[in-house]
């Protein structure tokens, strides 16, 4: 009679078998290490260009919230100098000045926003020995600048208010006028010196490279109260 023998260990095909799955085990995890490795990084630098896109726009954003009423001198062919407000807003660009400088937080700042190739440029220099003029964009007005948007497709720029100051002196009188019928309303451009007034918005239309649309809105606050009730007709700010 032939014994037998019980063997509790593995045989060498079980043996075989384990190392293959385990390789395989040791495989699939090393690529999804890997993978997770790879997509880590790729989030990190989007969430971090995501990030500094971000911060860059709440900076210009706080520019425009600071836009002043600022005067500024005008010369005429033969040298005469008259007052005006420093503000140009067209449909593709606005040029006008802001109280805190993202160069200087203690110094105002003439600032330009436009459209330049896909981009949304912010430009600005500091006011600290000379004088915005009239008319003029500063010499090296952009030697600082930043890019606040790309893979633009166009930026329409649009300005609410009223169409001047004497439209609205007889507005906030309409009571005395029987036949007034003039409102605030959108305008594709708005020149301070034509208006002597700062329009009391500001809209940006953007359309993205891939058909996509945004809206942009800011509220322009007036910082000087002698010129806000010169200008404006009010008694109280």
Do not use: C
């Given at each position: 009679m032939v014994k037998i023998t019980k063997h509790n260990g593995f045989t060498l095909v079980e043996m075989l078998v384990s190392m293959v799955i385990l390789s395989s085990v040791i495989v699939i995890a090393t690529q999804?290490?890997?993978?997770?490795?790879?997509?880590?990084?790729?989030?990190?630098?989007?969430?971090?260009?995501?990030?500094?896109?971000?911060?860059?726009?709440?900076?210009?954003?706080?520019?425009?919230d600071q836009t002043i009423l600022y005067i500024a001198n005008k010369r005429d062919l033969f040298g005469n100098s008259t007052q005006s407000i420093y503000w140009q807003g067209y449909q593709n660009s606005l040029l006008s000045v802001t109280k805190i400088s993202l160069q200087n937080p203690n110094k105002a700042a003439v600032f330009k926003l436009y459209q330049n190739e896909g981009e949304l440029i912010y430009c600005e220099k500091v006011i600290d020995s000379w004088l915005p003029q009239i008319g003029k964009e500063p010499e090296g007005l952009c030697d600082y600048s930043l890019s606040?948007?790309?893979?633009?497709?166009?930026?329409?720029?649009?300005y609410f208010g009223w169409k001047d100051a004497f439209q609205k002196m007889e507005g906030m009188n309409a009571k005395y006028f029987n036949n007034f019928s003039a409102k605030k309303?959108?305008?594709?451009?708005?020149?301070?010196?034509?208006?002597?007034?700062?329009?009391?918005?500001?809209?940006?239309?953007?359309?993205?490279?891939?058909?996509?649309?945004d809206r942009w809105m800011f509220l322009i606050k007036y910082?000087?109260?002698?010129?806000?009730?010169?200008?404006?007709?009010?008694?109280?700010?």
């Open positions: 999804a290490y890997r993978q997770f490795i790879v997509n880590s990084e790729r989030f990190s630098t989007k969430y971090r260009s995501v990030l500094a896109d971000t911060q860059k726009r709440e900076l210009v954003f706080e520019r425009l606040i948007l790309s893979n633009l497709e166009s930026v329409q720029f649009s309303t959108w305008f594709k451009r708005y020149d301070s010196i034509e208006a002597e007034l700062l329009p009391e918005w500001i809209a940006l239309d953007i359309t993205y490279s891939d058909s996509s649309k910082q000087d109260p002698l010129r806000y009730r010169l200008l404006n007709g009010r008694n109280e700010v």
